[in-house]
């Protein structure tokens, strides 16, 4: 798969769950806080990374998953809230075998078998391919929820 691509999921991934933790209060997301700090070019502009995770931010917003007031000049989004479709795909149960047939109450089980959280163990693992996954899950458009939502 192409690595901007990649970048992209996790860009996504990670900033859907920083909205989702705040949920449903307003923040703002720097860029830097997400991807790290990119140095700029020799003129000033933003590394091309940055312009990426930044591009996400917008794409996010124009396709319904968040709402914002705005930019930060290049460094951040303003006023971003997860809108309902946002909130309501992150925290959709989905099928997830490890957790079939667990020990785990109920309501743990609810919790740890939501989209949010599968995405937030990928991330924390560091395994990308997953991620792609659960990335493709999340913005596929068709996918109809597989459980309650938590």
Known sequence: MDLQIDDFYQDASRALLALYRAFPRKTTLYIDDLIGYHEP????????????????????????????????????????????????????????????????????????????????????SNDGERLANLARQLLNSDSKPAGDTV
Do not use: M
Not at 47 to 71: D, M, P
Not at 86 to 95: E, P
Not at 100 to 107: H, I, M, R, T, Y
């Open 41 to 124: 070019d020799e003129y000033g502009l933003p590394a091309v990374r940055h312009q990426s995770c930044l591009g996400t931010l917008l794409w996010l917003g124009e396709e319904g998953y968040l709402r914002h007031a705005g930019t930060l000049n290049h460094e951040a989004v303003e006023q971003v809230v997860l809108s309902e479709k946002g909130f309501l795909r992150l925290s959709t149960r989905i099928a997830d075998a490890p957790l079939q047939g667990s020990d785990l109450p109920p309501n743990a089980l609810r919790v740890r078998s939501t989209l949010a959280r599968q995405l937030q163990e990928c991330l924390a």
